[in-house]
């Protein structure tokens, strides 16, 4: 079993800067890419950014120089840095990860998701 938490959302004025963390739990042995994605009402789910274990990182066009995502592998842990937030990115935002457990089996595993609200 693996396990994905995020946290860090909120409410927060445009403009305003948010930080989410995703840490990843249970019977791990590597992780690959892990990568934030977010859905809006109405909307469908869309990626947002991803960063592999190499740290090279890939971005939306519409969060480009203004998000970043970075990990700690040590700790399993996702971070995305949010600034410059516009009402547009009210969603809710997912943690996933390509992770290889220590069966040896390969999961794609996704968080609860956390609420981000950027009011106008």
């Known amino acids: 079993q693996v396990q994905l938490v995020e946290s860090g959302g909120g409410l927060v004025q445009a403009g305003g800067s948010l930080r989410l963390s995703c840490a990843a739990s249970g019977s791990i042995f590597s992780i690959n890419a892990m990568g934030w994605y977010r859905q809006a009402p109405g909307k469908q789910r869309e990626l947002v950014a991803t960063?592999?274990?190499?740290?090279?990182?890939n971005y939306a066009d519409s969060v480009k120089g203004r998000f970043t995502i970075s990990r700690d592998n040590a700790k399993n842990t996702a971070y995305l840095q949010m600034n410059s937030l516009k009402p547009e990115d009210t969603a809710v935002y997912y943690c996933?990860?390509?992770?290889?457990?220590?069966?040896?089996?390969?999961?794609?595993?996704w968080g609860q998701g956390t609420l981000v609200t950027a009011s106008s």
């Open positions: 996933n990860a390509a992770v290889l457990t220590t069966a040896r089996a390969y999961l794609q595993v």
């Open positions: 960063i592999t274990s190499g740290t090279t990182t």
